[in-house]
């Protein structure tokens, strides 16, 4: 069975930063390529950050500069450092894994950037 499991969500002052992680089972976790979706009320899913099974990165100009993916193969996890955090960041943030047809999603963990 295979499961993302997101963490560390919160509440976070303009300008603060967060490391949100998703441990994943279930799945060959090194040929994956990973990613970090989110979703603000009223607005589509969008792709934020990828980390591929290589290990390259890619981002959406939104959070070029302002936000780190990484991947811990030991641990089976991937991270998403986001720093410099505006409002605009609020939303719900979901971890995606992708290997060919094969797509799997998390629960989401949520972020609001508020002071």
């Known amino acids: 069975q295979v499961q993302l499991v997101e963490s560390g969500g919160g509440l976070v002052q303009p300008g603060g930063s967060l490391r949100i992680s998703c441990a994943a089972s279930g799945i060959i976790f090194s040929i994956f390529d990973m990613a970090w979706y989110r979703q603000a009320p009223g607005k589509q899913r969008e792709l934020v950050a990828t980390i591929r099974s290589s290990g390259s990165t890619s981002y959406a100009d939104s959070v070029k500069s302002r936000f780190i993916i990484s991947r811990d193969y030991a641990k089976r996890t991937v991270y998403l450092q986001m720093n410099s955090l505006k409002p605009d960041d609020t939303a719900v943030y979901y971890c995606?894994?992708?290997?060919?047809?094969?797509?799997?999603w998390g629960q989401g963990t949520q972020l609001t950037v508020s002071s």
């Open positions: 995606n894994a992708l290997y060919g047809p094969s797509s799997y």
